[in-house]
């Protein structure tokens, strides 16, 4: 940023894969007023006894009106997941609803869509965090035009690349949504075709235990620091098995390993794929690497894709420009 930089300040309303954090860590250090606030612990507690009416009565109450009055002191207001949108009711325009996934691709259509809705026909603008979201998005109705923010990833603070010989780490939770029985599938591949190898995952997810009896080595939830670190001792990381990159497959590109998946090269034409997206050919790519990390990670250059496209410092550029337009509307 420099001196010509509009310093727009901007409050982000909860979080999702660590999007509002990277994005507000990178504005600040770039001399801008950017801010958080999360869920009040208020709704968060679960409320038992002669508190629990008057509690759950009150709170909304209560966090709108938070909500209200820090609006006031900023420019703009930019909400993570949509399910929340119906506490932005009394906050001042213009304000922003950012989708990110599972809140819009699933949630809309089991309970969630009235929230969804209000969302989408009273914010100023809609953001959407992966391609395969847009036809679900539509389905909403805006009265906006949509519009496609890459997850954003602070490229500057990835770990140092260290592999460990014959590790293969699987870095989504197993569940149905990140292609968990054919992650499994995966992983039993490897491990019948490679027995030295290590192949670990992260204890998360409805398949975990199934991720166990197939060998899968499950390891605690941790810290996202902690999770960066350790995506930084693989060999080749395997993403989730379905058409998209979310958070953890950028993070693992970011710090240089090699990364086989089911992304769909439609919605990644920039990547360079080392393989095929089916199981088998996600663990036959996988084992083929094991054998020259160092070679598949030269050859895929994931750095320089997320420099393209997902480095934190393009999302801000880009929220910096939208911003701009939707205030200048709103006057």
């Known amino acids: 940023m420099n001196e010509s930089t509009p310093q727009v300040r901007a409050l982000h309303v909860h979080d999702a894969a660590s999007t509002a954090r990277n994005l507000v860590d990178s504005a600040n250090e770039s001399g801008l007023s950017w801010s958080t606030t999360d869920i009040p612990w208020y709704y968060r507690k679960v409320w038992t006894g002669p508190l629990k009416h008057p509690a759950l009565r009150a709170r909304p109450v209560l966090w709108d009106g938070m909500l209200a009055l820090r609006s006031m002191q900023t420019d703009v207001v930019h909400l993570h997941t949509g399910g929340l949108s119906p506490h932005m009711r009394w906050v001042r325009r213009p304000w922003i609803l950012h989708l990110h996934g599972t809140d819009v691709r699933s949630r809309q259509y089991d309970g969630w869509g009235d929230k969804l809705r209000f969302g989408a026909q009273h914010a100023s603008a809609i953001l959407y965090s992966t391609p395969d979201l847009l036809p679900h998005v539509r389905n909403l109705n805006a009265r906006t035009e949509p519009v496609y923010f890459p997850v954003p990833v602070q490229a500057d603070r990835a770990p140092r690349w260290s592999p460990t010989r014959n590790r293969v780490v699987f870095a989504s939770r197993w569940e149905e949504v990140k292609g968990g029985e054919a992650q499994i599938d995966v992983a039993r591949r490897i491990l019948d075709e490679c027995p030295g190898a290590e192949v670990l995952g992260v204890d998360w997810g409805r398949d975990a235990e199934a991720a166990r009896s197939a060998g899968v080595k499950l390891v605690p939830k941790m810290s996202y620091e902690e999770y960066k670190a350790w995506l ?80 934190v410092s393009v999302g801000v550029q880009t929220l910096l420009e939208l911003y701009g337009r939707i205030i200048k509307d709103r006057r």
């Open 232 to 311: 930084a001792t693989a060999a080749v990381v395997v993403g989730q098995m379905s058409s998209i990159l979310s958070a953890s497959e950028l993070e693992a590109l970011s710090i240089g390993v090699p990364l086989v998946s089911g992304a769909s090269s439609d919605f990644y034409p920039d990547l360079v794929r080392l393989g095929g997206t089916s199981p088998e050919l996600v663990a036959q790519s996988a084992i083929e690497i094991l054998a020259d990390p160092e070679i598949a990670s030269r050859r895929q250059n994931g750095a320089a894709f997320i420099a393209q496209h997902h480095d």
